[in-house]
Protein backbone atom coordinates (compact mmCIF):
# COMPACT_ATOMS: atom_id res chain seq x y z
CA UNK A 1 0.00 0.00 0.00
CA UNK A 2 1.28 3.34 -0.99
CA UNK A 3 1.21 6.52 1.33
CA UNK A 4 1.72 10.13 0.93
CA UNK A 5 4.34 10.83 3.13
CA UNK A 6 6.08 14.47 3.73
CA UNK A 7 9.20 15.04 5.12
CA UNK A 8 10.37 18.15 6.70
CA UNK A 9 13.81 19.04 5.81
CA UNK A 10 15.24 20.58 9.34
CA UNK A 11 19.08 20.13 8.47
CA UNK A 12 21.11 18.39 5.79
CA UNK A 13 21.60 14.96 7.84
CA UNK A 14 18.31 14.50 8.59
CA UNK A 15 17.06 15.01 4.78
CA UNK A 16 19.45 12.31 4.06
CA UNK A 17 18.94 9.76 6.54
CA UNK A 18 15.34 10.25 5.86
CA UNK A 19 15.69 9.40 2.90
CA UNK A 20 17.84 6.03 3.55
CA UNK A 21 14.94 4.85 6.03
CA UNK A 22 12.34 5.87 3.44
CA UNK A 23 13.84 3.82 0.99
CA UNK A 24 14.80 0.76 3.15
CA UNK A 25 10.58 1.23 3.79
CA UNK A 26 9.97 1.75 0.21
CA UNK A 27 8.14 5.28 0.41
CA UNK A 28 8.76 8.06 -1.65
CA UNK A 29 8.46 10.86 0.11
CA UNK A 30 7.92 14.78 -1.00
CA UNK A 31 10.54 17.15 0.89
CA UNK A 32 9.71 20.73 1.91
CA UNK A 33 12.28 22.47 3.87
CA UNK A 34 11.31 23.27 7.60
CA UNK A 35 13.41 24.96 9.95
CA UNK A 36 10.80 26.25 12.32
CA UNK A 37 7.39 25.90 12.90
CA UNK A 38 5.42 28.74 12.67
CA UNK A 39 2.18 29.49 10.10
CA UNK A 40 4.48 30.28 7.40
CA UNK A 41 5.27 26.47 7.49
CA UNK A 42 2.09 25.11 7.41
CA UNK A 43 0.43 27.27 4.47
CA UNK A 44 3.18 26.01 2.67
CA UNK A 45 2.44 22.71 3.73
CA UNK A 46 -1.54 23.45 1.99
CA UNK A 47 -0.57 25.59 -0.75
CA UNK A 48 1.83 22.42 -1.99
CA UNK A 49 -1.35 20.25 -1.41
CA UNK A 50 -3.77 22.64 -3.16
CA UNK A 51 -6.81 21.40 -1.00
CA UNK A 52 -6.05 17.57 -1.77
CA UNK A 53 -5.87 15.00 1.14
CA UNK A 54 -3.09 16.19 3.15
CA UNK A 55 -0.04 13.85 3.65
CA UNK A 56 -0.95 10.29 5.66
CA UNK A 57 2.61 10.36 7.47
CA UNK A 58 4.43 13.53 8.48
CA UNK A 59 7.83 13.05 9.33
CA UNK A 60 9.45 15.44 11.29
CA UNK A 61 11.08 16.57 14.61
CA UNK A 62 9.25 17.24 17.97
CA UNK A 63 9.03 20.98 18.35
CA UNK A 64 7.98 21.07 14.85
CA UNK A 65 5.05 18.21 15.21
CA UNK A 66 3.72 19.53 18.33
CA UNK A 67 2.92 22.57 16.63
CA UNK A 68 1.72 21.16 13.47
CA UNK A 69 -0.74 18.50 14.27
CA UNK A 70 -3.36 20.60 15.58
CA UNK A 71 -3.26 21.98 11.72
CA UNK A 72 -2.95 18.45 10.18
CA UNK A 73 -5.41 16.01 12.60
CA UNK A 74 -5.83 13.54 9.91
CA UNK A 75 -2.15 12.96 9.27
CA UNK A 76 0.32 10.28 11.86
CA UNK A 77 3.13 12.41 12.69
CA UNK A 78 6.52 10.29 12.08
CA UNK A 79 8.28 11.83 15.65
CA UNK A 80 11.97 11.38 14.28
CA UNK A 81 13.73 12.93 17.44
CA UNK A 82 17.03 11.62 19.06
CA UNK A 83 16.61 8.80 21.31
CA UNK A 84 19.10 8.06 24.19
CA UNK A 85 21.53 6.84 22.33
CA UNK A 86 21.54 10.20 20.44
CA UNK A 87 21.95 12.24 23.62
CA UNK A 88 24.48 10.10 24.33
CA UNK A 89 26.74 10.56 21.97
CA UNK A 90 26.00 14.47 22.00
CA UNK A 91 26.99 14.60 25.22
CA UNK A 92 30.17 12.30 25.00
CA UNK A 93 30.96 15.00 22.26
CA UNK A 94 30.56 17.80 24.31
CA UNK A 95 32.42 16.20 27.22
CA UNK A 96 36.01 18.39 24.84
CA UNK A 97 34.45 21.59 25.94
CA UNK A 98 34.51 20.61 29.93
CA UNK A 99 32.43 18.60 32.59
CA UNK A 100 29.76 21.08 33.02
CA UNK A 101 26.99 20.23 30.86
CA UNK A 102 23.72 22.37 30.53
CA UNK A 103 21.08 19.83 28.71
CA UNK A 104 18.61 21.54 27.03
CA UNK A 105 14.94 19.60 27.14
CA UNK A 106 11.76 19.90 26.37
CA UNK A 107 9.32 17.47 27.57
CA UNK A 108 8.56 16.20 30.73
CA UNK A 109 10.27 12.91 30.67
CA UNK A 110 13.28 13.92 29.14
CA UNK A 111 13.38 17.15 31.84
CA UNK A 112 12.58 14.21 34.80
CA UNK A 113 14.50 10.92 33.76
CA UNK A 114 16.97 11.59 30.78
CA UNK A 115 19.35 13.78 33.47
CA UNK A 116 19.59 11.29 35.77
CA UNK A 117 20.01 8.57 33.32
CA UNK A 118 23.09 10.18 31.93
CA UNK A 119 24.73 11.40 34.94
CA UNK A 120 24.55 7.21 36.05
CA UNK A 121 25.72 6.55 32.45
CA UNK A 122 28.68 9.02 32.15
CA UNK A 123 30.09 9.62 35.83
CA UNK A 124 32.70 12.08 35.16
CA UNK A 125 30.36 14.72 33.48
CA UNK A 126 28.31 17.23 35.59
CA UNK A 127 24.68 17.26 33.74
CA UNK A 128 21.95 20.31 34.40
CA UNK A 129 18.57 19.91 32.66
CA UNK A 130 17.18 23.22 31.52
CA UNK A 131 13.55 22.99 30.20
CA UNK A 132 12.24 25.66 27.80
CA UNK A 133 8.11 25.09 27.02
CA UNK A 134 8.29 27.10 23.47
CA UNK A 135 10.25 27.44 20.80
CA UNK A 136 11.37 31.16 21.50
CA UNK A 137 11.98 30.61 25.00
CA UNK A 138 15.67 28.57 23.94
CA UNK A 139 17.73 31.68 23.54
CA UNK A 140 17.29 32.64 27.45
CA UNK A 141 17.44 29.09 28.14
CA UNK A 142 20.77 29.33 26.37
CA UNK A 143 21.73 32.48 28.65
CA UNK A 144 20.59 30.61 31.95
CA UNK A 145 23.11 28.45 31.46
CA UNK A 146 25.80 30.57 30.71
CA UNK A 147 25.41 32.15 34.32
CA UNK A 148 25.38 29.06 36.05
CA UNK A 149 28.79 28.82 34.16
CA UNK A 150 28.26 25.62 31.86
CA UNK A 151 31.25 24.97 29.68
CA UNK A 152 28.75 23.64 26.95
CA UNK A 153 24.89 23.14 25.88
CA UNK A 154 23.16 20.17 24.49
CA UNK A 155 20.30 19.94 22.37
CA UNK A 156 17.65 22.61 21.92
CA UNK A 157 17.17 21.68 17.86
CA UNK A 158 18.35 24.05 15.35
CA UNK A 159 17.22 27.64 17.11
CA UNK A 160 20.08 26.72 19.78
CA UNK A 161 22.48 25.57 17.83
CA UNK A 162 22.06 29.07 15.47
CA UNK A 163 21.65 31.25 19.09
CA UNK A 164 24.35 29.36 20.77
CA UNK A 165 27.53 31.71 18.98
CA UNK A 166 24.99 35.10 19.36
CA UNK A 167 24.83 34.05 23.12
CA UNK A 168 28.50 32.73 23.85
CA UNK A 169 27.95 29.04 24.83
CA UNK A 170 28.74 26.17 22.31
CA UNK A 171 25.84 23.93 22.16
CA UNK A 172 26.34 20.61 19.98
CA UNK A 173 23.20 19.33 18.49
CA UNK A 174 22.18 16.15 18.92
CA UNK A 175 21.49 14.57 15.08
CA UNK A 176 18.50 11.75 14.65
CA UNK A 177 20.41 8.25 13.69
CA UNK A 178 19.27 6.55 11.38
CA UNK A 179 17.57 3.93 13.40
CA UNK A 180 15.74 6.11 15.09
CA UNK A 181 14.30 7.56 12.08
CA UNK A 182 13.55 4.18 10.68
CA UNK A 183 12.08 3.18 14.18
CA UNK A 184 9.82 5.86 13.90
CA UNK A 185 8.60 6.08 10.13
CA UNK A 186 8.21 2.12 10.63
CA UNK A 187 5.67 2.71 13.63
CA UNK A 188 3.98 5.01 11.90
CA UNK A 189 3.50 3.44 8.55
CA UNK A 190 1.77 0.98 11.06
CA UNK A 191 -0.51 3.22 12.23
CA UNK A 192 -1.68 4.72 9.19
CA UNK A 193 -2.39 1.19 8.09
CA UNK A 194 -4.61 0.62 11.19
CA UNK A 195 -6.11 4.14 10.33
CA UNK A 196 -6.95 2.65 6.76
CA UNK A 197 -8.16 -0.19 7.97
CA UNK A 198 -10.35 1.68 9.88
CA UNK A 199 -11.55 4.00 7.28
CA UNK A 200 -12.42 0.43 5.24
CA UNK A 201 -14.77 -0.90 7.74
CA UNK A 202 -16.77 2.47 7.30
CA UNK A 203 -16.25 2.97 3.28
CA UNK A 204 -18.90 0.40 2.86
CA UNK A 205 -21.94 1.50 4.40
CA UNK A 206 -20.73 5.70 3.87
CA UNK A 207 -20.81 4.82 0.50
CA UNK A 208 -24.77 3.96 -0.45
CA UNK A 209 -25.56 6.62 1.44
CA UNK A 210 -24.09 8.89 -0.85
CA UNK A 211 -25.04 7.56 -3.79
CA UNK A 212 -28.59 6.16 -3.23
CA UNK A 213 -30.48 7.83 -6.01
CA UNK A 214 -27.69 5.33 -8.49
CA UNK A 215 -26.77 1.74 -8.80
CA UNK A 216 -23.74 1.34 -6.59
CA UNK A 217 -21.08 -1.52 -7.12
CA UNK A 218 -18.15 -1.99 -5.32
CA UNK A 219 -15.22 -4.27 -5.57
CA UNK A 220 -12.03 -5.67 -4.23
CA UNK A 221 -9.77 -6.73 -6.91
CA UNK A 222 -12.52 -8.67 -8.74
CA UNK A 223 -14.50 -9.68 -6.11
CA UNK A 224 -17.95 -7.74 -5.42
CA UNK A 225 -17.60 -6.18 -1.59
CA UNK A 226 -20.89 -3.78 -2.04
CA UNK A 227 -24.08 -3.19 -3.86
CA UNK A 228 -26.94 -1.19 -3.11
CA UNK A 229 -30.69 -1.79 -3.76
CA UNK A 230 -30.45 0.53 -6.77
CA UNK A 231 -28.31 -2.41 -8.63
CA UNK A 232 -31.37 -4.44 -8.82
CA UNK A 233 -32.72 -2.50 -11.28
CA UNK A 234 -29.40 -2.88 -13.44
CA UNK A 235 -28.61 -6.63 -13.13
CA UNK A 236 -31.86 -7.72 -12.56
CA UNK A 237 -31.09 -9.55 -9.08
CA UNK A 238 -30.75 -9.11 -5.66
CA UNK A 239 -27.68 -7.00 -4.42
CA UNK A 240 -27.17 -9.61 -1.53
CA UNK A 241 -26.80 -12.31 -4.17
CA UNK A 242 -23.98 -10.18 -5.83
CA UNK A 243 -21.61 -10.01 -2.09
CA UNK A 244 -18.53 -11.99 -2.83
CA UNK A 245 -18.98 -12.80 -6.37
CA UNK A 246 -16.76 -12.62 -8.64
CA UNK A 247 -16.82 -9.26 -10.91
CA UNK A 248 -16.25 -10.66 -14.43
CA UNK A 249 -18.43 -13.69 -13.72
CA UNK A 250 -21.68 -11.36 -13.21
CA UNK A 251 -20.99 -8.84 -16.07
CA UNK A 252 -19.37 -10.52 -18.66
CA UNK A 253 -17.64 -8.87 -21.37
CA UNK A 254 -18.43 -6.13 -19.87
CA UNK A 255 -16.85 -6.28 -16.91
CA UNK A 256 -13.34 -6.38 -18.59
CA UNK A 257 -14.87 -3.47 -20.13
CA UNK A 258 -15.44 -1.36 -17.17
CA UNK A 259 -11.91 -2.00 -15.51
CA UNK A 260 -10.67 -0.37 -18.34
CA UNK A 261 -12.35 2.84 -18.41
CA UNK A 262 -10.68 5.74 -16.90
CA UNK A 263 -13.92 8.45 -17.23
CA UNK A 264 -17.34 8.38 -17.60
CA UNK A 265 -18.97 6.59 -20.64
CA UNK A 266 -22.05 4.74 -21.89
CA UNK A 267 -22.37 0.66 -21.68
CA UNK A 268 -25.05 -1.33 -22.48
CA UNK A 269 -25.74 -4.35 -19.75
CA UNK A 270 -28.87 -6.78 -20.90
CA UNK A 271 -30.20 -4.21 -23.46
CA UNK A 272 -30.08 -1.61 -20.97
CA UNK A 273 -27.96 1.65 -21.39
CA UNK A 274 -26.29 3.01 -18.51
CA UNK A 275 -23.84 6.13 -17.66
CA UNK A 276 -21.18 4.21 -16.16
CA UNK A 277 -18.76 6.61 -13.99
CA UNK A 278 -15.74 4.65 -12.16
CA UNK A 279 -13.63 5.88 -9.09
CA UNK A 280 -10.92 5.05 -7.23
CA UNK A 281 -11.14 5.15 -3.90
CA UNK A 282 -7.96 6.62 -2.24
CA UNK A 283 -6.25 6.22 0.12
CA UNK A 284 -7.88 2.67 0.11
CA UNK A 285 -5.91 0.84 -2.44
CA UNK A 286 -7.46 -1.91 -4.97
CA UNK A 287 -11.02 -0.37 -3.93
CA UNK A 288 -13.07 0.84 -7.34
CA UNK A 289 -16.65 2.41 -6.95
CA UNK A 290 -18.79 2.11 -10.33
CA UNK A 291 -21.97 4.19 -10.31
CA UNK A 292 -24.71 3.23 -12.68
CA UNK A 293 -26.92 5.42 -14.16
CA UNK A 294 -29.63 5.24 -16.73
CA UNK A 295 -28.93 7.47 -20.01
CA UNK A 296 -32.19 8.75 -19.67
CA UNK A 297 -30.56 10.78 -16.78
CA UNK A 298 -27.91 11.63 -19.20
CA UNK A 299 -27.84 15.21 -19.59
CA UNK A 300 -27.62 15.73 -16.18
CA UNK A 301 -24.68 14.02 -15.35
CA UNK A 302 -23.10 15.78 -18.68
CA UNK A 303 -24.02 19.20 -16.75
CA UNK A 304 -22.18 17.79 -13.93
CA UNK A 305 -18.91 16.27 -16.05
CA UNK A 306 -18.67 20.29 -17.42
CA UNK A 307 -18.85 21.69 -13.82
CA UNK A 308 -15.69 18.99 -13.03
CA UNK A 309 -14.25 19.63 -16.02
CA UNK A 310 -14.22 23.96 -15.01
CA UNK A 311 -12.50 23.33 -11.26
CA UNK A 312 -9.23 22.15 -13.54
CA UNK A 313 -9.27 25.14 -15.45
CA UNK A 314 -8.11 27.38 -12.50
CA UNK A 315 -5.34 30.69 -13.16
CA UNK A 316 -2.48 30.38 -10.93
CA UNK A 317 -1.47 34.44 -11.54
CA UNK A 318 -2.65 37.26 -9.89
CA UNK A 319 -1.89 41.14 -10.14
CA UNK A 320 -0.10 40.75 -6.97
CA UNK A 321 1.98 38.56 -8.46
CA UNK A 322 3.20 40.76 -11.40
CA UNK A 323 5.97 42.77 -10.52
CA UNK A 324 5.77 46.24 -11.93
CA UNK A 325 8.37 49.01 -10.59
CA UNK A 326 8.74 50.50 -14.19
CA UNK A 327 6.50 53.26 -14.97
CA UNK A 328 5.25 51.80 -18.37
CA UNK A 329 4.22 48.37 -16.60
CA UNK A 330 2.69 50.09 -13.59
CA UNK A 331 0.36 51.99 -16.58
CA UNK A 332 -0.46 48.57 -18.62
CA UNK A 333 -1.23 46.88 -14.79
CA UNK A 334 -3.96 49.68 -13.95
CA UNK A 335 -5.45 49.94 -17.33
CA UNK A 336 -5.97 45.73 -16.96
CA UNK A 337 -7.00 46.12 -13.80
CA UNK A 338 -10.31 48.48 -15.18
CA UNK A 339 -10.82 46.24 -18.02
CA UNK A 340 -11.51 43.13 -15.73
CA UNK A 341 -14.21 44.86 -14.41
CA UNK A 342 -16.30 44.98 -17.93
CA UNK A 343 -16.96 42.07 -20.10
CA UNK A 344 -15.74 43.34 -23.52
CA UNK A 345 -13.06 41.59 -25.65
CA UNK A 346 -9.32 42.13 -24.86
CA UNK A 347 -6.62 42.00 -27.02
CA UNK A 348 -3.11 42.12 -25.36
CA UNK A 349 -0.06 42.61 -27.74
CA UNK A 350 3.47 42.22 -26.66
CA UNK A 351 6.54 40.53 -28.11
CA UNK A 352 7.04 36.37 -27.11
CA UNK A 353 7.55 35.85 -23.18
CA UNK A 354 6.84 38.98 -22.11
CA UNK A 355 3.89 37.96 -19.95
CA UNK A 356 0.19 38.40 -21.79
CA UNK A 357 -1.14 34.65 -20.28
CA UNK A 358 -0.08 36.29 -17.12
CA UNK A 359 -1.67 39.11 -17.50
CA UNK A 360 -5.18 37.04 -19.01
CA UNK A 361 -5.30 34.87 -16.05
CA UNK A 362 -4.88 38.23 -13.43
CA UNK A 363 -7.95 39.71 -15.31
CA UNK A 364 -9.69 36.44 -15.57
CA UNK A 365 -9.27 36.20 -11.63
CA UNK A 366 -10.14 39.80 -10.72
CA UNK A 367 -13.42 39.59 -13.10
CA UNK A 368 -16.58 38.60 -11.78
CA UNK A 369 -15.63 35.64 -13.55
CA UNK A 370 -13.14 33.98 -11.05
CA UNK A 371 -15.03 31.29 -10.12
CA UNK A 372 -15.43 29.69 -13.59
CA UNK A 373 -12.87 28.19 -15.92
CA UNK A 374 -10.24 30.08 -17.80
CA UNK A 375 -9.47 28.60 -20.74
CA UNK A 376 -5.91 28.72 -22.62
CA UNK A 377 -5.78 28.23 -26.79
CA UNK A 378 -2.40 28.44 -28.18
CA UNK A 379 -3.76 29.07 -31.53
CA UNK A 380 -0.76 28.34 -33.61
CA UNK A 381 -0.83 24.44 -31.87
CA UNK A 382 -4.08 23.58 -33.15
CA UNK A 383 -3.25 22.07 -36.63
CA UNK A 384 -5.82 23.72 -39.22
CA UNK A 385 -8.13 20.11 -39.67
CA UNK A 386 -8.70 19.78 -36.19
CA UNK A 387 -9.51 23.21 -35.48
CA UNK A 388 -13.27 22.98 -35.21
CA UNK A 389 -13.45 19.66 -33.52
CA UNK A 390 -11.00 21.51 -30.97
CA UNK A 391 -12.83 24.35 -30.28
CA UNK A 392 -16.56 23.34 -31.11
CA UNK A 393 -16.29 19.66 -29.83
CA UNK A 394 -17.83 16.85 -31.91
CA UNK A 395 -20.44 14.10 -31.76
CA UNK A 396 -19.96 10.49 -31.36
CA UNK A 397 -19.72 9.48 -35.23
CA UNK A 398 -19.02 12.70 -36.81
CA UNK A 399 -15.89 11.47 -38.45
CA UNK A 400 -13.60 8.15 -38.10
CA UNK A 401 -12.28 8.15 -34.74
CA UNK A 402 -14.23 10.10 -33.06
CA UNK A 403 -14.33 9.07 -29.34
CA UNK A 404 -17.83 7.54 -28.26
CA UNK A 405 -19.58 9.69 -26.57
CA UNK A 406 -18.35 12.31 -28.62
CA UNK A 407 -16.42 15.19 -26.74
CA UNK A 408 -16.71 18.53 -25.08
CA UNK A 409 -14.87 21.78 -27.22
CA UNK A 410 -12.83 24.18 -24.97
CA UNK A 411 -15.60 26.66 -26.24
CA UNK A 412 -18.15 24.50 -24.04
CA UNK A 413 -15.32 23.91 -21.46
CA UNK A 414 -15.32 27.76 -20.89
CA UNK A 415 -18.85 27.89 -20.41
CA UNK A 416 -19.20 31.31 -17.78
CA UNK A 417 -15.40 32.00 -17.52
CA UNK A 418 -12.97 33.20 -19.63
CA UNK A 419 -11.83 31.99 -23.08
CA UNK A 420 -8.21 32.90 -23.70
CA UNK A 421 -7.00 32.85 -27.66
CA UNK A 422 -3.45 32.93 -27.42
CA UNK A 423 -1.30 33.98 -30.92
CA UNK A 424 -4.65 34.71 -32.36
CA UNK A 425 -2.58 36.67 -35.27
CA UNK A 426 -1.71 32.47 -36.58
CA UNK A 427 -4.80 31.88 -37.36
CA UNK A 428 -5.09 30.65 -41.29
CA UNK A 429 -7.79 33.61 -42.74
CA UNK A 430 -10.66 30.68 -43.74
CA UNK A 431 -10.55 29.84 -39.84
CA UNK A 432 -10.66 33.73 -38.79
CA UNK A 433 -14.15 33.44 -40.25
CA UNK A 434 -15.37 30.48 -38.46
CA UNK A 435 -14.29 32.26 -35.51
CA UNK A 436 -15.80 35.83 -36.41
CA UNK A 437 -19.09 33.82 -37.23
CA UNK A 438 -19.15 32.40 -33.49
CA UNK A 439 -18.46 35.28 -31.54
CA UNK A 440 -20.75 37.17 -33.42
CA UNK A 441 -23.78 34.84 -33.27
CA UNK A 442 -22.88 33.69 -29.45
CA UNK A 443 -23.77 30.45 -30.71
CA UNK A 444 -21.97 27.45 -32.12
CA UNK A 445 -22.65 23.75 -33.18
CA UNK A 446 -20.71 20.44 -32.52
CA UNK A 447 -18.92 18.69 -35.36
CA UNK A 448 -21.56 16.39 -36.87
CA UNK A 449 -24.69 17.97 -34.72
CA UNK A 450 -27.71 20.36 -36.14
CA UNK A 451 -27.86 21.56 -32.48
CA UNK A 452 -26.94 24.95 -31.60
CA UNK A 453 -24.97 25.53 -27.89
CA UNK A 454 -25.38 28.98 -26.63
CA UNK A 455 -21.82 30.39 -24.96
CA UNK A 456 -21.77 32.54 -22.32
CA UNK A 457 -17.58 33.12 -22.08
CA UNK A 458 -15.44 36.44 -21.85
CA UNK A 459 -13.12 36.56 -24.32
CA UNK A 460 -9.56 37.68 -24.58
CA UNK A 461 -6.86 37.31 -27.03
CA UNK A 462 -3.47 37.83 -27.55
CA UNK A 463 -1.03 38.64 -30.18
CA UNK A 464 2.96 38.41 -30.40
CA UNK A 465 2.30 40.48 -33.93
CA UNK A 466 1.27 43.76 -34.56
CA UNK A 467 -2.83 42.47 -35.60
CA UNK A 468 -3.36 45.92 -37.54
CA UNK A 469 -0.55 45.49 -39.67
CA UNK A 470 -1.60 42.25 -40.70
CA UNK A 471 -4.73 43.55 -41.87
CA UNK A 472 -3.03 45.96 -44.43
CA UNK A 473 -1.10 43.06 -45.05
CA UNK A 474 -4.43 40.73 -45.85
CA UNK A 475 -3.57 38.14 -43.60
CA UNK A 476 -6.14 39.26 -41.05
CA UNK A 477 -9.55 40.20 -41.57
CA UNK A 478 -10.43 43.42 -40.61
CA UNK A 479 -13.83 42.64 -39.58
CA UNK A 480 -12.48 40.14 -37.04
CA UNK A 481 -9.57 42.45 -35.79
CA UNK A 482 -12.69 45.07 -34.90
CA UNK A 483 -14.35 42.56 -32.56
CA UNK A 484 -11.13 41.33 -30.63
CA UNK A 485 -10.10 44.55 -30.39
CA UNK A 486 -12.77 46.44 -28.32
CA UNK A 487 -10.00 47.00 -25.23
CA UNK A 488 -6.36 46.61 -26.07
CA UNK A 489 -3.20 46.31 -23.71
CA UNK A 490 0.22 46.56 -25.05
CA UNK A 491 2.79 44.90 -22.72
CA UNK A 492 6.29 46.47 -22.92
CA UNK A 493 9.33 44.35 -23.82
CA UNK A 494 12.00 44.21 -20.54
CA UNK A 495 14.33 46.15 -22.35
CA UNK A 496 11.72 48.74 -22.17
CA UNK A 497 11.31 48.25 -18.24
CA UNK A 498 14.45 48.19 -17.47
CA UNK A 499 13.72 48.64 -13.67
CA UNK A 500 11.71 45.31 -13.54
CA UNK A 501 14.74 43.49 -14.16
CA UNK A 502 16.30 43.26 -11.01
CA UNK A 503 13.50 42.95 -8.83
CA UNK A 504 12.07 40.10 -11.34
CA UNK A 505 15.69 38.14 -11.01
CA UNK A 506 15.63 38.22 -7.35
CA UNK A 507 12.21 36.44 -7.34
CA UNK A 508 13.16 33.79 -10.00
CA UNK A 509 16.44 33.51 -7.87
CA UNK A 510 14.65 32.54 -4.85
CA UNK A 511 11.75 30.57 -6.83
CA UNK A 512 14.74 28.14 -8.01
CA UNK A 513 16.73 28.17 -4.72
CA UNK A 514 13.64 26.89 -2.98
CA UNK A 515 12.99 24.29 -5.50
CA UNK A 516 16.40 22.96 -5.82
CA UNK A 517 17.40 23.51 -1.89
CA UNK A 518 20.22 26.12 -2.72
CA UNK A 519 21.15 29.28 -0.75
CA UNK A 520 22.10 32.12 -2.60
CA UNK A 521 21.60 35.30 -0.84
CA UNK A 522 20.92 38.13 -4.33
CA UNK A 523 23.37 38.95 -7.17
CA UNK A 524 26.84 40.24 -6.87
CA UNK A 525 27.57 43.69 -8.32
CA UNK A 526 28.80 42.47 -11.46
CA UNK A 527 26.27 40.02 -12.22
CA UNK A 528 23.76 42.72 -11.20
CA UNK A 529 25.61 44.43 -14.16
CA UNK A 530 24.93 41.82 -16.50
CA UNK A 531 21.25 41.27 -15.99
CA UNK A 532 20.66 44.92 -16.56
CA UNK A 533 22.87 45.20 -20.15
CA UNK A 534 21.53 41.76 -21.53
CA UNK A 535 19.51 42.64 -24.59
CA UNK A 536 16.62 40.07 -23.28
CA UNK A 537 15.45 38.71 -27.19
CA UNK A 538 13.13 36.23 -25.33
CA UNK A 539 12.31 38.87 -22.43
CA UNK A 540 10.63 37.84 -18.87
CA UNK A 541 10.97 34.40 -20.50
CA UNK A 542 14.29 34.28 -21.22
CA UNK A 543 15.36 35.56 -18.37
CA UNK A 544 13.49 32.92 -16.13
CA UNK A 545 15.38 30.30 -18.33
CA UNK A 546 18.94 31.46 -17.88
CA UNK A 547 17.93 31.92 -14.29
CA UNK A 548 16.65 28.52 -13.62
CA UNK A 549 20.13 27.07 -15.46
CA UNK A 550 22.33 29.29 -13.63
CA UNK A 551 20.74 27.86 -10.03
CA UNK A 552 21.11 24.82 -11.14
CA UNK A 553 24.83 25.11 -12.44
CA UNK A 554 25.94 27.15 -9.41
CA UNK A 555 26.07 23.31 -7.77
CA UNK A 556 28.68 22.83 -9.74
CA UNK A 557 30.59 25.96 -10.86
CA UNK A 558 32.25 28.54 -8.92
CA UNK A 559 29.64 31.73 -9.44
CA UNK A 560 32.31 33.56 -10.84
CA UNK A 561 31.70 34.55 -14.47
CA UNK A 562 28.71 31.90 -14.66
CA UNK A 563 25.98 34.33 -14.96
CA UNK A 564 27.21 35.48 -18.07
CA UNK A 565 28.12 31.93 -19.25
CA UNK A 566 24.67 31.41 -18.93
CA UNK A 567 22.90 33.57 -21.03
CA UNK A 568 25.58 32.83 -23.90
CA UNK A 569 24.70 29.01 -23.74
CA UNK A 570 22.05 28.45 -25.81
CA UNK A 571 23.30 30.76 -28.71
CA UNK A 572 26.95 29.49 -28.55
CA UNK A 573 26.36 25.77 -29.88
CA UNK A 574 24.07 26.43 -32.91
CA UNK A 575 27.06 29.55 -33.50
CA UNK A 576 29.82 27.41 -33.94
CA UNK A 577 28.25 24.66 -36.25
CA UNK A 578 27.03 27.64 -38.38
CA UNK A 579 28.17 29.23 -41.75
CA UNK A 580 26.70 32.58 -41.77
CA UNK A 581 24.61 33.38 -44.62
CA UNK A 582 24.41 29.49 -45.98
CA UNK A 583 23.63 26.34 -45.56
CA UNK A 584 24.69 23.05 -47.17
CA UNK A 585 21.97 20.40 -47.94
CA UNK A 586 22.50 16.46 -49.30
CA UNK A 587 21.27 15.93 -52.98
CA UNK A 588 18.08 13.74 -53.25
CA UNK A 589 14.36 13.95 -53.65
CA UNK A 590 12.59 17.22 -53.67
CA UNK A 591 10.73 16.31 -50.38
CA UNK A 592 14.33 15.29 -48.51
CA UNK A 593 15.81 18.18 -49.21
CA UNK A 594 13.26 19.67 -48.25
CA UNK A 595 13.11 18.27 -44.73
CA UNK A 596 16.98 18.92 -44.80
CA UNK A 597 16.27 22.95 -45.34
CA UNK A 598 13.46 23.13 -42.35
CA UNK A 599 15.64 20.85 -40.25
CA UNK A 600 19.08 23.59 -40.56
CA UNK A 601 16.68 26.24 -39.99
CA UNK A 602 15.57 25.07 -36.94
CA UNK A 603 18.94 23.21 -35.48
CA UNK A 604 20.98 26.59 -36.50
CA UNK A 605 19.16 30.18 -36.66
CA UNK A 606 18.21 31.40 -32.97
CA UNK A 607 15.27 33.19 -34.24
CA UNK A 608 11.33 32.46 -33.37
CA UNK A 609 9.73 30.30 -34.86
CA UNK A 610 6.90 32.83 -36.13
CA UNK A 611 10.21 34.73 -37.98
CA UNK A 612 11.74 30.57 -39.26
CA UNK A 613 8.76 29.94 -40.88
CA UNK A 614 8.58 33.82 -42.12
CA UNK A 615 12.00 33.01 -43.86
CA UNK A 616 10.64 29.71 -45.35
CA UNK A 617 7.97 31.15 -46.44
CA UNK A 618 5.44 28.63 -44.65
CA UNK A 619 2.80 29.14 -42.09
CA UNK A 620 3.16 28.65 -38.70
CA UNK A 621 0.87 25.48 -38.50
CA UNK A 622 3.15 24.17 -40.91
CA UNK A 623 6.16 24.25 -38.95
CA UNK A 624 4.48 23.44 -36.42
CA UNK A 625 3.07 20.15 -37.79
CA UNK A 626 6.88 19.23 -39.38
CA UNK A 627 8.21 19.93 -35.67
CA UNK A 628 5.44 17.10 -34.53
CA UNK A 629 6.50 15.02 -37.27
CA UNK A 630 8.96 15.62 -39.55
CA UNK A 631 8.33 12.66 -41.89
CA UNK A 632 5.55 15.14 -43.66
Not at 316 to 321: A, L, W
Request: glycine content about 6%; aromatic content about 10%.
Amino acid sequence: MEYKVLLLDSYDGFRLAAMRACKELKCDPTIIPAYDANPELVEKIKAFYQGDDYPDVIITRGAIATYLAPHFPNSVFSLASPDDIDFLYAIKKALAYGTRIGLIVRDEYEFEKKSDLYKKILCTAQITPYRYEKAEDVVSVLIAAKSDGMDVTVGGGTLAAKASARVGVPNIFVPTSDLSIKKALHNSLLYAQFKNEERRKNLYSSIATNHVQHGILMIEGTTIRFANTAMKEVLGVEPSSLINANFLDVLGKSGNELLDIHETQVFQIKARKFLVEREMNSPIDQIQTFTFQSLSTLQEKENAVRKSLRSTWKTRYRFEDIIADSGCMKHVIERAKLFAGSEATVLITGASGTGKEVLAQSIHHASKRASGPFVAVNCAAIPHELFESELFGYEEGSFTGARRGGKSGLFEVADSGTLFLDEINSLPVDLQGKLLRVIEEGEFRRVGSDKSIYMDIRLICASNEDIYRLVVEGRFRLDLFYRICTLRLDIPTLGERTEDILPLSRMLLQKYCEKYHRNMDGFFPDEEEVLLTHSYRGNVRELDNVLHRYVIESSYYPRAGLLKSCFDAPLTSRQANSTVGYITIKKGTLAAMERDIVEQYLRNTAESDHKIAEMLGISRSTLWRWKKDPSI
